[in-house]
């Protein structure tokens, strides 16, 4: 059974750093993509980052390129997320979710982990 | 970027009643899109891919279309579990990207 959990999420200061990790099972990260996407209070989907299945692409959305890095340890089946210079606007809930392999889909998702950036 | 809209934003229907949400994107592309179904404090679902393609175990009641600009998702009789927020994403140029959503309440 696929399964995905994330874990890592929490308070953190602005201008701190946070990593977050997805904990796979079912079925092997390495096979697909997989993705972060993070979704503010009371607001819509916002796609964050991708590792190809092959590790070989990484993909950020312009509002983290640069401070966010995303990253794999094939042998934990784990994939993580990297943030540093946290900003308020990155207050939300995490989710990593699996794509369909062929195209970035999402087909199977965590249940989420809240991080909130406040001083 | 490719900008995605939604209309409505709220739709207030009754168990029972077809139900028709729209999604536009700001450039053309084919079918690489995908609706997603979102309830209170759960991650979203997938519903339906390569614009009308229903993921596995998605009702028939669900169905999309359209191609191009304008993308539909279309719910043939409501069913009380439907009540919900529907996004629609496009995967066909990175970043990929959703549209603000459209809920879906009781009327």
């Known amino acids: 059974q696929v399964q995905l959990v994330e874990s890592g999420g929490g308070v953190v200061q602005p201008g701190r750093s946070l990593r977050l990790s997805c904990a796979a099972s079912?079925?092997?990260?390495?096979?697909?993509?997989i993705h972060w996407v993070r979704q503010a209070p009371g607001k819509g989907l916002e796609w964050v980052a991708v590792?190809?299945?092959?590790?070989?692409?990484?993909y950020y959305a312009d509002s983290v390129q640069g401070r966010f890095t995303i990253s794999r340890d094939n042998s934990k089946n784990t994939l993580y997320l990297e943030m540093s210079s946290l900003r308020p606007e990155d207050t939300a809930v995490y989710y990593c979710a699996k794509d369909l392999g062929s195209y970035p889909i999402f087909d199977f998702w965590g249940q989420g982990t809240l991080v909130i950036v406040s001083s | 970027e490719i900008v995605m809209t939604q209309s409505p934003t709220t739709l207030s229907v009754s168990p029972g009643e077809r139900v028709t949400l729209s999604c536009r994107a700001s450039q053309f592309f084919s079918s690489n899109l995908a609706w997603y179904q979102q309830k209170p404090g759960q991650a979203p679902r997938l519903l339906i891919y390569?614009?009308?393609t229903r993921a596995t175990g998605v009702p028939a009641r669900f169905s999309g279309s359209g191609s191009g600009t304008e993308f539909t998702l279309t719910i043939s009789s409501l069913q009380s579990e439907d009540f919900a927020v529907y996004y629609c994403q496009q995967y066909n140029n990175w970043p990929l990207t959703f549209g603000p959503g459209t809920k879906v309440d009781f009327k």
């Open positions: 590792m190809s299945y092959d590790g070989s692409s990484k």
């Open positions: 079912g079925f092997t990260l390495s096979r697909f993509g």
């Open positions: 390569g614009a009308s």
